[in-house]
């Protein structure tokens, strides 16, 4: 029996996907050479696992020889006006907006897996597999052979009524599918709010990313010490960042009425000073069933610890020395030190001097450092 577009779309919008596409699975023999060439550039930075077996990517019938067709979901999640706060002065940091709420991976793929269930109750026998960013898949490319959308000048996919607030779903399948409709035209025209407004210039002409200049790389995917000369521009983003999104003009109009509630204002714009003090159990009791724990305890407080300096604000000198002197993980110690350079005035000056001493070499030289500008 075959299975019908229109009764898989009406199942998918019934489980809260917005966007339903289809299209047959070929070689992306186009995406190829830029993938390549950005591999060979370093785009992926420290995340090797861009770079393992790139060719899957290029074709999911290298996955299942089986597999004929995608079946490509949106789902949306809701953009926000941020809150007039002072963040310096709040010591508030800032968290993506799609981070809020339950770990994505968890409530989208459990309703993409129901939406390839339809697929098997239609067609007994088939073979499906969905992925919601796990695995080696091309998400917007598909999306895009899909018609859900059109690549924008942020390397996001943008469609004219949800901008870029969906996150992609894929079910590939032995089902057999067409695309229904033309390309989805490009929308971006000569805006390049995206790409001049980026604090960190990490997005280039011709849909490039530099992972390596990406807060949302450095906030989470950078295990190790974030470039001194990024860390002022990452403001007080500690997971991830939503500029690019912001500042698109497909966007603006979402976010106008999309006020949060003050329990997901206070996890949009959490008070620094309390995440840095978290020990490892209350950062899992905190953060376990959320997206953010995908930094882990000494990359988030690590981030808390730039955004902490980025606020320049006396204020947080005290929770900062504190943490120099206590906390067992040398990357949050050594980042705390040059957050109380940033800050300066004597109490951070003795906190730094009292860290020429500490075991560990990085903390030594970031303390080193950070007194010569105090």
């Not at 898989?8 to 390549?36: N, S």
């Not at 969905?130 to 000048?153: C, H, I, N, Q, S």
């Amino acid at each position: 029996m075959d299975v019908s577009r229109e009764t898989l779309a009406r199942a998918a919008i019934e489980l809260g996907f917005v966007l339903v596409g289809f299209a047959p699975l070929r070689q992306l023999k186009e995406r190829e050479a830029f993938y390549r060439q950005w591999l060979d550039d370093g785009g992926h930075a420290t995340m090797a696992y861009l770079a393992r077996e790139p060719e899957r990517r290029f074709d999911p019938r290298r996955l299942d020889a089986r597999y004929k067709s995608v079946v490509s979901l949106g789902y949306p999640y809701a953009a926000r006006a941020i809150p007039n706060v002072d963040w310096r002065g709040e010591l508030r940091g800032r968290i993506a907006a799609y981070a809020l709420g339950r770990d994505y991976h968890d409530v989208v793929g459990r309703r993409a897996r129901a939406v390839a269930n339809v697929i098997s109750q239609l067609r007994p026998g088939s073979i499906t597999r969905a992925y919601v960013d796990t695995g080696p898949v091309f998400e917007r490319e598909w999306a895009a052979d899909a018609r859900l959308g059109w690549f924008g000048k942020n390397t996001m996919l943008l469609n004219r009524e949800h901008g870029s607030y969906f996150f992609l779903a894929e079910i590939f399948t032995d089902a057999e599918f067409e695309a229904t409709t033309e390309p989805y035209r490009e929308h971006c025209g000569t805006c390049r709010r995206c790409l001049d407004l980026c604090p960190t210039g990490a997005l280039a002409d011709g849909y490039v990313m530099r992972s390596d200049l990406c807060i949302s790389y450095q906030t989470i995917e950078n295990r190790g010490a974030i470039a001194r000369e990024l860390r002022s521009k990452l403001g007080n983003w500690i997971f991830g960042c939503d500029i690019c999104n912001d500042v698109c003009p497909w966007n603006g109009e979402l976010a106008a009425d999309q006020h949060p509630s003050d329990e997901d204002a206070n996890d949009l714009l959490p008070r620094l000073p309390e995440l840095l003090a978290l020990n490892d159990e209350e950062f899992g009791r905190r953060f376990t069933k959320s997206a953010v724990k995908r930094a882990k305890r000494r990359g988030l407080l690590r981030n808390v610890a730039v955004a902490l300096g980025n606020t320049r604000n006396p204020d947080a000198v005290a929770p900062l020395a504190r943490t120099l002197e206590t906390e067992p993980e040398p990357l949050i110690r050594s980042h705390a030190a040059w957050a109380l350079g940033q800050i300066g005035g004597s109490a951070a000056r003795r906190a730094l001097e009292r860290a020429l001493g500490d075991c560990d070499a990085a903390v030594r030289d970031e303390a080193a450092a950070a007194l010569e500008t105090n």
